[in-house]
């Protein structure tokens, strides 16, 4: 397990998060539960901003990625350490913009962003990731009617495959991310862009893929854009002020993962940063202004999810299931990419465990499973079942799915908890619902 001094079995045998006991919040609160320890999410952002002011000279700037875990709260402690944000909809900079975070702090990112995103960001003034031609040409003609400059950088593709999930990754060259450094199509994506008048090219950004551990994907990355920086600098006499190189940090979800403390992510970082600022040197460029985008690393092991077992099921010699009142409603990571994950029962964390169980969600269909064949003491009906490491891409990736309540998410810190999403209700989930004067 990832235990850390805010993550820990108590000497009763209890899992404590933030210094709370996790039956105690599930007792005050209900489940299910997203808990989130509020000082992991801190360290996490200070380590990473205090890797770059360490070894870059702090020529550079943390983008927490808010799409591993989105709402007010998460804004307001995030900008509280001195890091910005990598948006992703127009969804996501609202949010941002109503935590009070700065513009100048902001990147949206998108391959496909509307007309409307790109008015609102214009109209705050952010930064934007431009992935498309006609991305370009809606952006110039937008800032030109608004009277207005913005700092943009390209989506490119340094081809380098990072060894996780097929799905995310992205940097591969038939992603719908990106245009590829190798063959000449970023060359000509920024070519097209330092015609725009209404624009600001300041660099390049790329993002190789998600949950990586080799460090080397990172430096490679950083080595093959530094390259296409300096071809850049040769072919069109444009000298990149920015660079920023995405996310993707992994981090532990079994024993199978490397169990990694906040000082080896910074140390991690560091070494990309010595990489970048070598080569930069090498091929002649000044340093760039250095953006990363951590989103999982930051917010990830920050998260359990509290689950009240229900129903349990034996099939003998073939399987046993304990049902739970989440699902894929709440966690559809397994629906989607197979993932893994560990569980604990939170009030009996040291009991020796003999059983394996997959632990299945309350969705109509086979596939709604929470975590499969996860080893637990016999899990009985009422057990509150605590998943780790459920932080990012949970709750942002939750749905009403057969109409179920997206759980609340509450916020721990020195045994304090409270809300940072509330509760849904079921009036919530008609508020939108519209009856056709025929059907009346
Ligand atoms: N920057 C860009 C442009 C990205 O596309 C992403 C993630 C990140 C940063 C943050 O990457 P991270 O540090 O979180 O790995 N739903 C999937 C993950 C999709 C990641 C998409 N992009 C999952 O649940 O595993």
């Known amino acids: 397990m990832n235990e850390r001094s805010t993550l820990k079995i108590d000497e009763k045998g209890h899992l404590r998060i933030g210094g709370a ?16 320890d509020e000082q992991y999410i801190r360290d996490m952002c200070a380590a990473y901003r205090t890797a770059i002011e360490e070894e870059y000279g702090g020529n550079g700037l943390v983008l927490y990625a808010s799409k591993a875990f989105c709402c007010t709260a998460v804004y307001k402690i995030v900008q509280s350490e001195g890091v910005g944000a990598d948006v992703v909809s127009g969804g996501e900079l609202y949010t ?38 006609s991305e370009l040409d809606m952006l110039d003609e937008i800032c030109a009617e608004k009277g207005k400059i913005l700092n943009v950088l390209l989506r490119v593709n340094p081809g380098v495959e990072a060894h996780t999930h097929h799905y995310i990754q992205t940097a591969k060259t038939d992603s719908k991310f990106g245009f590829s450094v190798e063959g000449g199509a970023a060359m000509d994506f920024a070519r097209y862009a330092l015609q725009k ?35 850049v ?82 099939i ?30 939170a009030g009996r964390a040291r009991e020796k465990a003999t059983e394996r169980v997959s632990i299945a969600g309350k969705c109509c269909e086979s596939g709604d499973i929470v975590c ?28 009403n799915y057969n109409r179920n309540l997206v759980p ?17 209700s079921y009036e919530d989930l008609v508020r939108n619902d519209a009856v056709p004067a025929r059907l009346r």
Request: charged share 20%; net charge neutral.
């Open 96 to 133: 941002a913009r109503r935590a009070g975070f700065p513009a100048e702090k902001i990147y949206l990112h998108g391959n496909n962003k509307l007309r409307r995103e790109l008015e609102e960001a214009a109209d705050y003034g952010v930064t934007v990731v431009a992935d498309a031609y």
């Open 408 to 424: 609340p998410v509450v916020l721990v810190k020195d045994g304090q908890a409270d809300y940072i999403v509330k509760p849904q």
């Open 197 to 231: 008048k209404h624009i600001a090219l300041q660099g390049f950004h790329s993002h190789i893929g998600s949950q990586i551990f080799e460090l080397h994907s990172f430096r490679l990355a950083a080595d093959k854009l530094l390259s296409f920086m300096a071809d």
């Open 21 to 36: 006991d996790a039956l105690d919040l599930a007792a005050r609160f209900g489940t299910p539960l997203y808990v989130m």
């Open 372 to 399: 499969a064949d996860v080893q637990l003491p016999p899990a009985r009906r009422g057990d509150i079942l605590a998943v780790l490491s459920t932080g990012a891409y949970n709750y942002s990736m939750a749905s």
């Open 316 to 345: 003998p010699g073939v399987k046993k299931y304990a049902a739970v009142d989440g699902g894929m409603f709440a966690n559809p990571r397994y629906a989607l990419y197979q993932a893994k994950y560990t569980a604990v029962l």
């Open 233 to 314: 600098k040769n072919t069109l006499g444009f000298e990149a002020a920015q660079l920023n190189l995405g996310g993707g940090f992994g981090i532990w979800y079994t024993d199978e993962d490397a169990v990694q403390s906040v000082s080896d992510y910074a140390a991690g970082l560091k070494s990309i940063l010595r990489e970048v600022k070598e080569q930069a040197a090498a091929k002649g460029l000044r340093a760039p202004f250095l953006l990363v985008e951590p989103g999982r690393s930051v917010v990830g092991e920050a998260g359990v999810t509290l689950y009240t077992v229900g129903a349990v099921k034996d």
